[in-house]
């Protein structure tokens, strides 16, 4: 078995058995590219991922097989179909009890990769406008704290992210869940510096902040959304509505005391949003405690409400799938807003940009980490990341058509 990781490694045709592939919305095109080539030439492949599972229809088209939702559930019945030469065009897997979650093969994994990753949870019962892919992933089920621990203690890089869609849950026995797992990390010894993502109740238990700091954390991506309650609105944010966009900086301030910093995470291109709003968006990024800024445009993804309401009003301004999927990455505008034409939406968001990543913000919120957090390391996190987040920015600009 072998991983070819295109990240480091160019694609090259190699004789195999059976091809797996795993694709989000906007790389899939390259999935059923790759996915084609070993068809051809006799070799079966099965293609998996959240857009598989949201357009299983479309990826069997392109696949001798489609897996629909976690993998590990099916996995034994693709491979068992495979080797009797009977593969279905479409698994659809169940929700597992994560107790049994088998290990990864983290030795198959490029050594190229800075960070680890790790997962402690799956599902995520907000079920927001944008993200909210199904209700069948709805429900949060957790890991054993202690095989989180076994885990981390085989990753091999000093540095770590959480990737569940929220690391202290949802609830005071989840945020204990979580304070036992900083805590294992800290009687374990387990060196690590990490980041993870949360909401905004991240900051609202000081025991939680204590020992995510103890136990490693730097930094923390709070998915915020908009600073005003119209633009919440439009994409369901519950939770952020009903702590209010006052609290914002109360808990940024809670999360800087610890000595970790915060990545605010905005979208721009609502239905609400004027140019004025924008403006009015980009000036309260700037101000605020915010130690990492990134923007994106609203991105319609299928699965989503978002998707179908927008498909239903006619509003894509790409529809020639699978081929238009490459546009669906954030970085582009892909609907027609209410309030804006989409042209005045990419030079607001070009306008906007250009006044959140220039050299001297840059250097403002690196001196404004270091002094609220009192961590150089931190602040260099931060710095780093704003610094990459400026390279997609000024690397992807579009004029928009109307």
Excluded at 4 to 15: G, S
Excluded at 135 to 143: A, G
Excluded at 210 to 229: I, Q
Aim: charge should be neutral; proline fraction near 3%; include cysteine.
């Amino acid at each position: 078995m072998e991983i070819v990781d295109e990240n480091f490694v160019p694609f090259e045709f190699r004789d195999a058995d059976l091809v797996g592939l795993t694709a989000f919305t906007a790389n899939v095109t390259r999935a059923y590219e790759i996915s084609s080539l070993y068809r051809e030439k006799g070799v079966p492949t099965v293609l998996g991922g959240i857009h598989a599972s949201m357009m299983p229809e479309e990826a069997s088209r392109y696949a001798d097989a489609a897996v629909v939702g976690e993998a590990e559930s099916v996995w034994t019945q693709v491979i068992s179909d495979f080797e009797s030469g009977k593969l279905k065009e479409v698994y659809k897997g169940n929700l597992l009890d994560l107790e049994s979650m088998p290990k990864p093969r983290r030795d198959l994994f490029h050594p190229g990769y800075m960070f680890g990753s790790v997962q402690t949870s799956r599902g995520c019962p907000m079920n927001c406008e944008l993200l909210g892919h199904s209700v069948q992933w709805l429900r949060l089920r957790k890991r054993p704290v202690e095989d989180v621990l076994d885990e981390l203690e085989s990753i091999p890089q000093k540095r770590v992210f959480f990737v569940d869609d929220n690391i202290i849950g949802f609830g005071k026995q989840d945020e204990e869940r979580t304070i036992a797992l900083f805590k294992g990390m800290i009687e374990r010894r387990i060196s690590k510096e990490w980041f993870c993502q949360a909401s905004i109740n991240f900051a609202g238990n000081e025991e939680v902040l204590e020992y995510a700091a103890k136990s490693g954390c730097r930094m923390v991506f709070l998915g915020l959304e908009a600073e005003s309650t119209s633009a919440l609105e439009d994409v369901n944010k519950k939770l952020n509505l009903r702590l209010g966009v006052s609290s914002y900086d109360d808990a940024f301030r809670r999360i800087n005391r610890h000595g970790i910093a915060v990545l605010g995470a905005f979208i721009y291109g609502m239905d609400s949003d004027t140019y004025e709003k924008l403006q009015a968006r980009t000036d309260y990024i700037l101000k605020s405690g915010i130690d990492v800024m990134q923007v994106t445009y609203l991105t319609p993804l299928p699965g989503t409400r978002l998707f179908n309401k927008l498909k239903d009003e006619q509003r894509l301004r790409y529809v020639n799938f699978p081929s238009d999927w490459v546009h669906y990455d954030m970085t582009e505008v892909t609907h027609k807003p209410q309030s804006m034409t989409p042209t005045e939406l990419a030079e607001a968001m070009n306008e906007c940009t250009r006044r959140l990543y220039n050299s001297g913000t840059i250097r403002k919120k690196f001196f404004k980490t270091w002094r609220s957090t009192k961590n150089f390391t931190t602040a260099m996190w931060a710095y780093t990341s704003n610094m990459n987040y400026r390279k997609v920015a000024f690397g992807t600009r579009e004029t928009a058509h109307t």
